[in-house]
């Protein structure tokens, strides 16, 4: 196996994580997460998304949670714009990357961004353009790369074309994304070759949510291709809400302890980041998902 020396993680809990909480999340509770996640040394956060409140209403407070954060040298703030009225509103706080995301999947593109795969690139185009023009980074989040709640197994060829699309429209990486947490290693493996048609390991991210308790392994297997960005959820909190019973991404404590186990080097204070976690958790009212957290925890009261 080959093992990169260093793995970036950026943890996308402030959005991905706390876009589907039912009740209200305070910006300043979000604000007061972010902080921790820098303190603990997490140098990119996915921070919010620039989305239709009536769709998401949890993210309605996503200019005051921008507004509200202090922004650490060296960090690198990103948030999701569909279109372009999300990206005008996002251009005023100022982020250092937008995430466009589209399908591999026609029904959940309809489901999540009420367009077709295709339509769905005519409005990210502008977007991507402006962005690059503005000098803001710009990524490509690829939904439903494994598996779909809607259409089921979703072939690899179907992620290449996503890919390519992604790519004609100026997209720097992409995100590869096992949305509802069905894959396993050989399938994420397939999935990841068909992206590596159009984008370096560089610029792929694996973004893998852990319904299926397989989030590790696809993690483990990303690795052996030479994939060294990751995409995970502080106490593994989250889901998406147009995918129905899908859970969080994989916790990023447990991949730290993972990572950091095997040697690789990440940058974060694991006992920090514990401590994030349990912030958030504690908000929340409930348990970590994250095994690491939890036993840490537990061996800190003993
Ligand atoms: P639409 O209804 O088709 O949009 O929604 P529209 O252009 O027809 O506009 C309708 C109304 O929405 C108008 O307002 C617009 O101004 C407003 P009205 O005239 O009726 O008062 N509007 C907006 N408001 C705020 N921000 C905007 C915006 N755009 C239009 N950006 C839209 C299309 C994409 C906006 C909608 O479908 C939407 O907001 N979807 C949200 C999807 C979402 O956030 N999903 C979760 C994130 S993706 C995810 O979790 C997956 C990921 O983690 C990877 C993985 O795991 O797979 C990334
Ligand atoms: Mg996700």
Redesign the pocket.
Known sequence: MQIPQRVQLID?GPR?GL?NEKSPVPAAVKIELVHRLQAAGLTEIEVT????????PQ?ADNAEVMAGIQRQAGVRYSV?T??Q??FE?ALKSRPDEI?V?GAASEAFSRK????SIAESMERFAPVVQAALAAGIAVRG?M??AVGCPYEGDVSPASVSYLAGLMKQIGVQRV?M?D?IGVGTPLKVQKAIEATLKHFAPAQICG?F?DTYGQALANTLAALDMGVWNFQSSVAGLGG???AKGATGNVATEDVVYMLHGMGINTGIDLDKLVDAGKFISDFLGRPSGSRVATAILSKRAG
């Open positions: 996308v991905d876009q998304s620039f989305v239709s409140p009536k769709w998401v993210m999701l569909p279109n009225i999300g509103a995430v995301f999540n961004i009420n367009c989040a939904s439903c995100d994304a949305t973004h949510h998406c809400p147009y």
